[in-house]
């Protein structure tokens, strides 16, 4: 396996799959058209667009008029959140202290311009959020409320109960974002009988290419775009659109939708697999969140005790070509420990290690890992 690298750190992102790749080829070639020009060069780039909106909302069972292809999940997330408090008179936010810095640092800029409070719902020791707290905090809030909570967390892989908490929304006449990121692609969505406004998605978690999202907005939310300058996405979204993106998340989520019952079998397999490994050897360990629960079956977040040794576990995984993260591929490099565990288990003993799967992995592999962390532990 010398020289092999072992690549367990799907959750920050995917390789790109070769079909398509195959299908981004010619709008990287030869149907260079910009989309909005009338001649038959932007209208075969036009009509890819559409096809690709048409293949995304069917997949997600969405209406077409719902889906908007943006530049991945941090600018659908913020353009959700923004119309929430500019357009749809959002006075308060209620959210997690273990989201995705893309929608805590929207909120908390919101909250420093002073045109919303913010209140964060309680995180259960397991990582789940506590309902109880959730519906106390919109039974008493005077404001209406934007809830933007996370399908799936990123660094534990819990998944929230999002139609229990959308029919929460419905009830108190809150908006309802969900960033789905780390599960669209990975899970069905049938949207149209999901109590959501909207969800953010982002193509190079599933294999398709990065700087490619989609933002739903469902049919009877009215809001205002977040760029200005062209009509771009039915006024939406302003700017040239990402043409081969688009045509690339597209074929990913037909992909990832086609293989599903096969790829995710496989893949949790080799969690629990990995799980039982680690339980074995490591008597020490604990798992974070709810693995073998409500979780994503791509992820897996393990706490070992901290020892001279252990402390430098990413960095001697990383020397070992075994690529792995401690949390947030997006807060890498900054030293300041990972929020989402400081959330649920902030304990200062403990040196936390993310591994996540993909249907290229393998229990072959899982072993190779193993062995590595018995030399470093």
Partial sequence: ????????????????????????????????????????????????????????????????????????????????????????????IVTSPIEHHATLHSVENFKRSG????????????????????????????????????????????????????????????????????????????????????????????????????????????????????????NMRAGTENLYGIVGFAKALEIATANFEKDSANIRSIKQYMMEQIKKYFPGASFNGDPLGKSLYTLLSISFPKSERSEMLLFNLDINNICASGGSACTSGADAGSHVIKAINNDREKVTVRFSFCKENTKDEVDVVIEKLKELI
């Fill in 1 to 92: 396996m010398k020289g092999e690298r072992i690549y367990f750190d799907n959750a920050a992102t995917t390789s790109l799959d070769p079909e398509v790749l195959e299908a981004m080829m010619p709008y990287l070639t030869e149907k260079f058209g910009n989309p909005s020009s009338i001649y038959s060069y932007g209208r075969e780039t036009r009509m890819a667009i559409e096809n690709a909106r048409k293949s995304v909302a069917k997949i997600l069972n969405a209406k077409t008029g719902e889906i908007f292809f943006t530049s991945g999940g941090t600018e659908s997330s913020n353009t959700a959140i923004n119309a929430a408090v500019k357009d749809l008179g959002c006075k308060r």
């Fill in 115 to 234: 045109e919303v409070e913010i209140s964060f719902v309680k995180i259960l020791p397991d990582g789940h959020v506590d309902m109880d707290d959730l519906e106390q905090i919109l039974t008493s809030s005077k404001e209406k409320c934007l809830v933007t909570l996370m399908h799936a967390n990123n660094e534990i892989g819990n998944l929230l109960d999002i139609d229990r908490v959308g029919a929460l929304c419905k009830k108190y006449n809150a908006v309802f974002h969900s960033d789905t990121v780390q599960t669209i692609g990975h899970f069905p969505f049938d949207l149209r009988n999901t109590p959501v406004d909207f969800i953010s998605a982002a193509a190079h978690k599933f294999h398709g290419p990065k700087g490619s999202g989609i933002l739903f907005i469902n049919e009877n939310i009215k809001i205002r775009p977040f760029l200005q300058g062209g009509g771009q996405e039915r």
